[in-house]
């Protein structure tokens, strides 16, 4: 399984190496983050940008070094399902644990959403990880002799998670229930969970404290971002997230993943595998509860195909359907070289795909926005940057030469939302000049509270055969105040 793992991330890193991605503008603000690690960001608790501050003191800031620990934490929870899947078989045979632990991981490292994820840096792969080896040590410790130092490691994998993203309360929530629900588990509940729980939120305090120094921004964003406050019942929101996970997980998986979750509800289902399905369905109902009540990214949900992975592992080999997983298996693989080796090859042949069709448009373009920018520094080279939107401003820090650290967000209303607008402040009086980059091609609003400003022309960065970014850049002096 390591030999299987290990050449499957050899490959996803060789590609980045030869077909770089331009880093969207959420990578770029994690890599900005990474240059001053701290206790918490805005919007994100802080291991994200702890994971680059680490690849890029190792191996330099291009592109490459700051997506790599998405790839390796994605090889890491492989394994550790592995683990978890050979230890899973009731009756105890290893031949048939090893054969649960071979497909959990493989499902894993070829699940559609992992094979974009591992070339995209986020906090959902540290997150995952931390998830796999706290459950790991949760079922270790509900086995007979199972020590106190499984359930102190749990604590120690869920605030790492924790500190990844706040997901990883629905871990500890997950544990309550499927401790309660299991009349053998019950004792452990009170015994040895809040040992798990304690631990947690013990490594999580750094990043409370950091949060009451910054006016809790990182939960009110947290908060923010399920957007309760409006329509409270959207059918519609519900059936495309459902519909999303198809695509998240893999629709034959997912079949089987209901039938599985089915199975663990029977009279004569394992205790150890009811275990492992409360660490699923859980986070799918909170998830699928959200998308109904406002909206819901797809995913919200991943956390819960970490458990998914090994009980549908788990179900297949009991009832000889290998064939099938190696299919899908297959499948996933043939879907996963498609998306990354089509766009180049086609691209080598002349041929350039409609962007609609581009799985990489979204990252396409920042680089040569970068250069052209570049190019208005070097004209105008004591002027900062001003910028209206976070992610163009992000990727303008990371794609201008050099690193253009003299940034600052427009926030007329004074009020932080965002990482730049709680740590840059436009102030007047500076006589300061400033290279204003916008998609608008008249944002007289902004003009207005400026001396003097003068055009600098239109940026077109193209992303496709029949698609561009276009941006306007204004050189403006004299900074009068927001109001």
């Known amino acids: 399984m390591l030999a299987t793992v290990g050449v499957l991330t050899a490959l996803r890193l060789a590609w980045l190496a030869a077909v770089p991605l331009d880093l969207y503008g959420d990578e770029a603000q994690y890599w900005i983050w990474a240059r001053e690690p701290a206790f918490g960001y805005y919007s994100k608790p802080p291991l994200v940008a702890w994971a680059i501050a680490l690849s890029t003191a190792l191996f330099g800031d291009g592109e490459f070094a700051v997506k790599l620990p998405s790839a390796l934490f994605h090889a890491g929870t492989a394994l550790v399902l592995y683990r978890i899947g050979r230890d899973l078989d009731p009756d105890g045979s290893p031949a048939r644990g090893a054969a649960i632990g071979f497909w959990a991981a493989a499902l894993w490292a070829t699940m559609p959403a ?14 995952l990880l931390f998830w796999a080896l706290a459950l790991h040590a949760i079922l270790r410790g509900v086995r007979p002799g199972g020590g106190l130092g499984w359930w102190a490691a749990a604590g120690l994998w869920a605030g790492l998670g924790l500190l990844s993203k706040y997901a990883m309360g629905y871990f500890l929530l997950s544990a309550a229930i499927g401790l309660a629900l299991a009349p053998a588990f019950r004792p452990l509940l009170w015994r040895r969970l809040p040992v798990t729980a304690g631990i947690a939120l013990l490594l999580l305090l750094p990043n409370v404290l950091w949060n009451l120094a910054n006016g809790f921004a990182t939960f009110r964003h947290t908060g923010d971002n399920a957007n309760l406050g409006g329509r409270l019942f959207n059918p519609g929101e519900l059936l495309e997230f459902a519909a999303a996970q198809f695509a998240v997980f893999g629709p034959v998986p997912m079949v089987l993943l209901l039938l599985a979750l089915a199975a663990s509800r029977g009279r004569g289902a394992d205790a ?14 909170i998830a699928l509860a959200i998308a109904f009540l406002s909206r ?10 970490v458990g998914a992975t090994v009980l549908v592992a788990a179900w297949a080999v009991e009832r000889g359907w290998r064939r099938l997983l190696g299919w899908t298996v297959a499948a996933h693989l043939l879907l996963a070289a498609t998306v990354m080796a089509a766009p180049p ?8 795909l409609p962007s609609r069709f581009d799985p990489w448009r979204r990252v396409r373009g920042w680089s040569d926005l970068g250069r052209a920018v570049t190019e208005l520094r070097r004209q105008h080279p004591q002027a900062g940057l001003l910028v209206e939107s976070r992610l163009t401003l992000a990727s303008l820090v990371y794609y201008v030469r050099p690193f253009a650290f003299d ?18 402040r436009l102030e007047p009086g500076t006589g300061r000049g400033f290279v204003l980059v916008t998609a608008r091609p008249d944002p007289a609003d ?26 306007h850049a204004f050189l403006a002096e004299g900074f009068r105040g927001y109001r």
């Open 345 to 352: 090859l086609l691209r080598h042949a002349g041929y350039e």
């Open 296 to 305: 819901a990214h797809a995913n919200w949900a991943a956390p819960a195909y």
């Open 114 to 127: 992992v094979s974009l994820s591992a070339l995209i840096i986020s906090t959902d792969p540290p997150l």
């Open 446 to 471: 902004i003009l207005s509270r400026f001396e003097r400003w003068q055009p600098l022309g239109e940026i077109v960065t193209p992303i496709g055969p029949d698609r561009d970014r276009r941006y």
């Open 407 to 424: 940034v600052v967000k427009w926030n007329p209303d004074g009020v932080a939302s965002d990482h730049f607008e709680l740590t840059t």
């Open 272 to 285: 150890g595998r009811r275990l492992v399905a409360a660490f699923v369905w859980p986070t799918l109902a």
